[in-house]
């Protein structure tokens, strides 16, 4: 059974860093894309960043361009999103996504099958 695993959010003040891990079990995910997204109070899950896992390639929001950097370890199963001068308006539940690739935009969260319980990052003013 697959499983992913959120780590590292927190509370910072605006213009900190924090680093999200996401480690996944239960399966080979070197076909897959995997993703961050976010969902902050009374908002709807967004999509923040993501990595098609066989050949490196990234994309991200327009919100979070040259702050944050997704990135995947050699292991096959590991995710990260450096996430650097941070905003209030980056405050929200963040999850990690992963997905087959298979021709659905992974810009949806359709295009992921499987799905972490969360980590909140808190960004003060």
């Known amino acids: 059974q697959v499983q992913l695993v959120e780590s590292g959010g927190g509370l910072v003040q605006a213009g900190d860093s924090l680093r999200l891990s996401c480690e996944a079990s239960?399966?080979?995910?070197?076909?897959?894309?995997m993703a961050w997204f976010r969902q902050a109070p009374g908002k709807d899950r967004e999509f923040v960043a993501t990595?098609?896992?066989?050949?490196?390639?990234?994309w991200y929001t327009d919100s979070v361009k040259g702050r944050f950097t997704i990135s995947k370890d050699g292991t096959d199963n590991a995710v990260y999103l450096q996430m650097n001068s941070l905003k209030p308006e980056d405050t929200a539940v963040y999850y990690c996504?992963?997905?087959?690739?298979?021709?659905?935009?992974?810009?949806?969260?359709?295009?992921?099958?499987?799905w972490g319980q969360g980590t909140q990052v808190t960004v003060s003013s």
């Open positions: 239960g399966g080979t995910f070197r076909m897959y894309a």
């Open positions: 996504a992963a997905g087959p690739l298979r021709g659905i935009s992974l810009l949806r969260p359709g295009a992921y099958d499987y």
């Open positions: 990595i098609n896992r066989s050949d490196g390639s990234t």
